[in-house]
């Protein structure tokens, strides 16, 4: 019996880590919490980290490459791991390599594009036809009657087009994933601007404006896609009215729920039951980008001297306290494109790549001028006249 005693009491100080043992891991985190603390603190440590450890600086010499010519004035789309070009009625999807994976003819002369997840979607600006491209094969394509003025895709697939028509101001239609028609909404009094669609597929948000009195203002509807199969002109669950003179410019779903819309002057938190204000836009926010998922990017000046500014990204919860920031010292950026949990930002000598939480993932040094940049979450485009190169994440 005592033996017994003796083995387990001996397993159990093997199963005990040694003082030792214990030395080595605090002296480990020790030493992480001052390198990580050095990282956030010190910008030209980080910069050298960035660069000879992490390999966050890229340049045309080590990133793939997509030849275009310029002259056929191409479309280029980003979308989950791919680049589409379309060019000539032919779409060419390219993988993160740079090659080819399949091509599709798509005849439309003034695209309009969506893309969401693995979903790609092309119409015919003032046109009728569309295709829905999933991954790299044709879903599904249409002939509606009336104009496309815009497109939506959730990440299901499912989607939203904005017609005119003779006898409406707007009609809104909503497929499903395999190109179903589910139903229509009909607006007689105002114009339709922007929609989305839930990531449940459950609701429709549609944005709207009224020009026909002295002083404009914007609505947001949301329609219960359950109601609309069963009756659309009464599928309404709620109706949002804007302040006097505001125009509605986007809608991004952040969630099952929750549509955050964007007006002139501020941004709102729409849902099926009611509506909360997000943000008063001032005059110190240069740019506000609400296409991340769940996000809204902000590029804020802040006197720094005078006739002298600082500038700094903040990036925000669109329905929580959540505050990350990234500084952009005195450079203000020229443009900023945001898509999934990624910012863009391309100062027009330099673009960088940052992650929701604010922090660097890319810095990319341009050969030449750059014409704009197209980025999904996982793939990055900057486009040349005559090249698109690829970082991809």
Same mark, same amino acid.
Request: hydrophobic fraction near 35%; proline fraction near 2%.
């Given at each position: ?90 779409? #060419? ?41 999933? #991954?790299?094969?044709?879903? =599904? ?24 028509? +003779?006898?409406?101001?707007?009609? %809104? ?21 922007? +929609? ?68 002139? @002057? ?28 769940? /996000? ?6 802040? +006197? ?25 010292? #005195? ?14 930002? /391309? ?9 929701? @939480?604010? =922090? ?7 050969? $030449?001028?750059?014409? $704009?940049? %197209?980025?999904?979450? #996982? ?15």
């Amino acid at each position: 019996m005592e033996n017994n005693d003796n083995m387990d009491k001996n397993k159990q100080k093997r199963k005990l880590p040694s003082f030792g043992k214990i030395c080595v891991i605090l002296l480990i985190i020790f030493v992480v919490t001052i390198i990580s603390a050095r990282y956030i603190a010190d910008s030209e440590f980080r910069q050298s980290v960035d660069t000879s450890i992490l390999h966050k600086d890229l340049t045309s010499e080590n990133v793939n490459t997509i030849d275009i010519n310029s002259e056929f004035n191409p479309t280029i789309c980003a979308y989950n791991k791919h680049i589409a070009v379309l060019s000539k009625s032919v779409l #060419n999807i390219y993988d993160t390599g740079g090659r080819v994976v399949n091509n599709i003819d798509i005849n439309l002369y003034s695209p309009l594009t969506a893309a969401n997840g693995s979903y790609l979607v092309l119409a015919e600006n003032e046109g009728s036809k569309i295709y829905v491209v999933h #991954n790299t094969s044709l879903a =599904w394509q249409t002939e509606l009657s009336g104009t496309i003025t815009r497109v939506n895709v959730n990440q299901n697939g499912y989607v939203s087009v904005i017609i005119n028509n +003779s006898t409406y101001k707007s009609v %809104v239609i909503f497929f499903d994933n395999y190109g179903n028609e589910i139903f229509r909404n009909y607006l007689a009094q105002t114009c339709a601007i922007c +929609s989305d669609i839930s990531q449940d597929n459950k609701y429709l948000a549609i944005g709207e404006v009224d020009y026909s009195g002295t002083i404009i203002k914007s609505y947001v509807r949301i329609i219960s896609v359950d109601k609309a199969k069963q009756d659309p002109d009464n599928a309404k669950v709620y109706r949002y009215t804007s302040e006097a003179g505001e125009v509605i410019t986007n809608i991004k779903y952040s969630d099952k729920q929750n549509a955050v819309c964007m007006f002139n @002057s501020y941004i709102q938190n729409i849902t099926p039951t009611g509506d909360t204000r997000v943000l008063d836009i001032n005059n110190d926010i240069i740019f506000a980008d609400i296409n991340m998922m769940g /996000n809204i990017a902000l590029v804020e000046k802040q +006197s720094s001297g005078l006739f002298s500014y600082d500038y700094q990204m903040r990036i925000m919860g669109a329905n929580s306290f959540k505050n990350n920031l990234f500084i952009l010292s #005195n450079s203000m950026p020229k443009t900023i494109t945001c898509n999934g949990e990624k910012v863009c930002i /391309n100062y027009g000598n330099e673009i960088q790549i940052v992650n929701s @939480s604010g =922090w660097l993932l890319k810095r990319y040094t341009p050969h $030449s001028e750059i014409k $704009s940049v %197209v980025l999904s979450d #996982n793939i990055v485009g900057i486009i040349y006249k005559d090249e698109i190169d690829i970082i991809n994440f």
